[in-house]
């Protein structure tokens, strides 16, 4: 069984960081691709940041320049450095991953996390 596991959330003043992990437990081989999508409330949930099987990026412009995503392989992780953090930041923040299962599987399976809220005072 495999689970997304995030970490990191919790209450920031405006302008400081918070680092944003998400854990795959369970047997994979390895994370080819990810993403962090936020939801406030009464919002829809947006894409804030992916990274592609390439190591390739992208970022919602309201986060360009603050946010970065990363992932490591080895340790089954995917990242969100989120620096210069502002009110309008404010979300249960989650994770996917695109999972190959093992070494021969010909499609990853892509699997969420349970969320972890982040909360920025002014």
């Known amino acids: 069984q495999v689970q997304l596991v995030e970490s990191g959330g919790g209450l920031v003043q405006a302008g400081g960081s918070l680092r944003l992990s998400c854990e795959a437990s369970?047997?994979?081989?390895?994370?080819?691709?990810g993403g962090w999508y936020r939801q406030a409330p009464g919002k829809q949930r947006e894409l804030v940041a992916s990274?592609?099987?390439?190591?390739?990026?992208n970022y919602v412009d309201a986060v360009k320049g603050r946010f970065t995503i990363s992932r490591d392989n080895g340790k089954k992780m995917v990242y969100l450095q989120m620096n210069s953090l502002k009110p309008e930041d404010t979300a249960v923040y989650y994770c996917?991953?695109?999972?190959?299962?093992?070494?021969?599987?010909?499609?990853?399976?892509?699997?969420w996390g349970q969320g972890t809220q982040v909360t920025v005072s002014s």
């Open positions: 996917n991953a695109d999972v190959l299962l093992r070494a021969t599987s010909k499609m990853p399976i892509r699997y």
């Open positions: 369970g047997s994979i081989f390895s994370i080819i691709a």
């Open positions: 990274i592609t099987t390439s190591g390739g990026t």
